[in-house]
């Protein structure tokens, strides 16, 4: 009862500064000298409230907080940039991506021993010798300028180094609190109950009581990572890390490779001659249970990328309710509906957290459990 009570806060505030960060965009200030209003990067239509939504679920080489005008009706920016690490033609650069000025349309060139680097929707481009503007050619491609290797901290990786430190920070706690006592006491206490649903539950009944435990470590570091990845992707700060398909896609190639480098013989002989079968059928299945083997972490990726991608889209759409509907129920009535509406779903998203890394480690356990699987011989 404690834990859903704080969550419910959590989630109350989450809510509550997404709607004030997206309704922030349309702020109107004062000029003193001139007595009007003026509205700086409004977005009104519903393809610039999409494009922002969709560009807010990306990746970024920066943290933008907030935006706000100054007293000269100047745009301001406020947050904190992430080490920039790029393999140009001339070896790599190191730097700091608070100097591209949170400019992300490739008008900001930042010269470093001699290379010229600009960034252009999020990703970083080396101007040709001699250029000093990015072109683009007919598809709005850069046309004078090519992609570097990326190696920068990104958001994402920002937060995937978050959880580890978190996981390794909470998990050698509870073994610490284990020495001394079999009862953990505080955060401990919410871990325990969650360790063994994964053993008991999941990598048990999946896997066999034989041989979960050289599994078991796997499973654990998936469930807590892609949990506390979404619960981290429900805060105000623009992470998104499960719903970058990257993430998704190493994820599931771990499952993977360790679902089939563990198979034993009789797995591999049920994909490509199945006993009991005529050999023809077996020739024709044989190709069909090959693909089932790829078809499988594929959809652990997709589910996983599409359902937290598609979380994060609802609450922000729920949100810009606000600005499409200011004009007929005014600032406020708008706010108080986006804000309602963004807070159900944002508690719905609490669940969806937990339960697509329940599902993740489930059918990881499962073709795992699959592929070791003892087979009886008549």
Known sequence: MRLTSKLQIVSILCSLLFSAGILSVHAMDAD???????????I???DEIAEYILHHIKDAHDFHLFSYNDSHGERKHVG???????????????FSSSEFHHDDSGHVIV????????????????LDKGETAIDFDEDHHPDNAHAVLDFSITKSVFGMLLVFTLLIFWFRRLAAQYKKSSIPTGFSRILEPLVIYVRDEIAKPNIGEKQYKKFIGFLMTVFFFIWV?????????????????????SLALFTYIITHFSANKDYWKHIFWMPGVPIPMKIILAPIEFLGTLTKPFALMVRLFANISAGHIVVMSIIAIGITLRSTMGVFGASALSFALSLFITIIE??????????????????IGMAVEEHEHH
Request: aromatic share 14%.
């Open 80 to 94: 904190f940039g992430l080490p920039i690490i790029v393999k140009t033609s001339d070896g790599f650069r190191f």
């Open 111 to 126: 010269e470093k021993d001699g290379v010229s680097l600009v960034k252009y929707h999020e990703k970083i481009y080396e």
């Open 350 to 367: 609490l669940l969806v957290a937990f339960l697509q890394a329940y599902i993740f480690t489930m059918l990881s356990a499962l073709f």
């Open 32 to 42: 003193p000298k001139e007595g009007h209003h003026e509205e700086a990067n409004a």
């Open 44 to 46: 009104d239509e519903d």
């Open 229 to 249: 990845s979404n619960l981290l992707g429900l805060m105000p700060f623009g992470f998104n890390i499960t719903g970058q398909i990257a993430v998704t896609f």
